[in-house]
Each structure stands twice: as structure tokens, then as C-alpha cells.
């Protein structure tokens, strides 16, 4: 089962790794990103996710296929949540099932790492005392990024 | 010809928009839109000299030739995980 969504509903790992594997795998690895306390020194509430939805739709399929292509598997979940997120809530997840678990931690560690550098999607935290700001991140296309 | 431009996040912000109607010469590239855009001053002489740029829905680069109709959508650096 291929499955890639762009979701403003609260991701429940349950669901994630529902109807996933087949008979013939025998690894099911499922990452989960969640948020944060903390970053760079200051005390986060929470974030926003903000993005251009139309493309980050067409990457995640793009990074899943590739995957596929890659690592030989067609039992791939991969989500990003957007919308406002609390401290705990889960903003990733990627699930991948093999025969084998070496297959299944690369392909899980090539989708978090391409999809950081490539997904359309910005984070503004949220600090305690009411202040916000978009958070610095990655350049597509200048150093690392692309396929 | 006329190009849909897109702003995110701390683009959007700094321009006060989210989209724009842009008139600008036919045959130009992404760098010529980007330059005309700045030099209309505050607060779009803010916009980076060269952002990354996506169009029509995928990453494009600064020679990238635009053709009428076309979305270029202004990617801030990206921050999703």
C-alpha cells in the first residue's frame, strides 16, 4: 500500500501502520516527528505548518516513488501534518514495510532527509510570552536538494 | 504577458500579499521577474536577490524561461518535518 497526504487531522500512529505490510515482510519501521519544548535555546508552545499545497502533494509522491525505485518496496506511508500543532503532536510520519529491515531503515532515512530538503512546507514556532517566528530551513535546488 | 507570483510564510508576510498579478515582458526568465519585482522598492527590494522559485508547481532555476500564464511561486527555505 502506497499512501502520501498533506493532513490538517491530528496523525494517530495506529492508523498509520493500518493494512501496511504484506504477508512477505518481515520489518515494519514507522518514524515519528513530533514537536519539540525547545529549539535553539528558547521555549517553544507550538508551531504552525504552512504550505504550498498543490506542490508538497506532488513531492511526496515524487519521494515515495523514488523510494519505491530505490528500495523495492510498495508498502510506504508517508504524512506530513499542517495547520497549528502542539507540543507532542506528531508532524511526520513515515512508515515502510520489507522482507528485510536494512531496506526498511534506508528507505525511512532517505524520505525524512529528501523530504526536509524538498517538501513546500514552512514552520513558525510559537514562543512562550506570545512571540512568533518562521523558522530558518533548507534551500531546494541550492546544495543537496533535488532527486 | 501575465505571471500568478506566490508568496509563503515570511514572504508573504514581508509583502503584505499572497498573490500577485505580475505584467511583465514576454520570453522573460525567473531572474528578470525576480529583478523587476525588487526594483518596485519597499517592501519588495526585501524579497532575496535570488529566492528559490518554483514554476508551475516545480522547482525551476533562475534561467528558467516563463511563458504566459505561468504560477512562480516564492519558496522561503524550507522547514517541514
Redesign the interface.
Known amino acids: 500500500m502506497i499512501r502520501t497526504a498533506l493532513t490538517r487531522e491530528a496523525i494517530e500512529p495506529e492508523e498509520v501502520l493500518r493494512d501496511l505490510s504484506t504477508p512477505e515482510d518481515g520489518a515494519v519501521l514507522l518514524f515519528l516527528g513530533v514537536v519539540r519544548n525547545h529549539n535553539r535555546g528558547r521555549a517553544v508552545e507550538g508551531l504552525t505548518y504552512e504550505a504550498y499545497r498543490e506542490m508538497a502533494e506532488k513531492v511526496l509522491e515524487s519521494l515515495v516513488s523514488e523510494a519505491e525505485d530505490r528500495y523495492g518496496t510498495d508498502r510506504i506511508v508517508l504524512l506530513h501534518r499542517i495547520g497549528e500543532l502542539s507540543v507532542g503532536e506528531v508532524s511526520t510520519a513515515i512508515a515502510v514495510a520489507t522482507p528485510h529491515r536494512e531496506e526498511a531503515y534506508a528507505a525511512s532515512r532517505y524520505l525524512i532527509e529528501e523530504l526536509k530538503e524538498r517538501l513546500p512546507v514552512w514552520k513558525e514556532e510559537r514562543y512562550r510570552g506570545g512571540e512568533s517566528e518562521w523558522v530558518g530551513g533548507r534551500e531546494p535546488g541550492k546544495g543537496g536538494g533535488g532527486p | 504577458m501575465h505571471i500568478r507570483a506566490?508568496f509563503?510564510?515570511?514572504y508573504g508576510?514581508i509583502l503584505g500579499t499572497r498573490e500577485l498579478t505580475v505584467e511583465i515582458s514576454r520570453a522573460s526568465t525567473v531572474e528578470a521577474l525576480v529583478r523587476e519585482l525588487r526594483s518596485r522598492g519597499e517592501p519588495f527590494s526585501r524579497l532575496p536577490p535570488s529566492p528559490?522559485v518554483?514554476v508551475n508547481?516545480?522547482?525551476a532555476?533562475e534561467d528558467t524561461l516563463l511563458r504566459e500564464g505561468d504560477e512562480v511561486?516564492f519558496?522561503?527555505?524550507?522547514?517541514?518535518?
Open positions: 506566490l509563503f510564510a515570511s508576510e528559490v518554483a508547481r516545480e522547482y532555476q511561486a519558496l522561503p527555505p524550507v522547514a517541514g518535518g
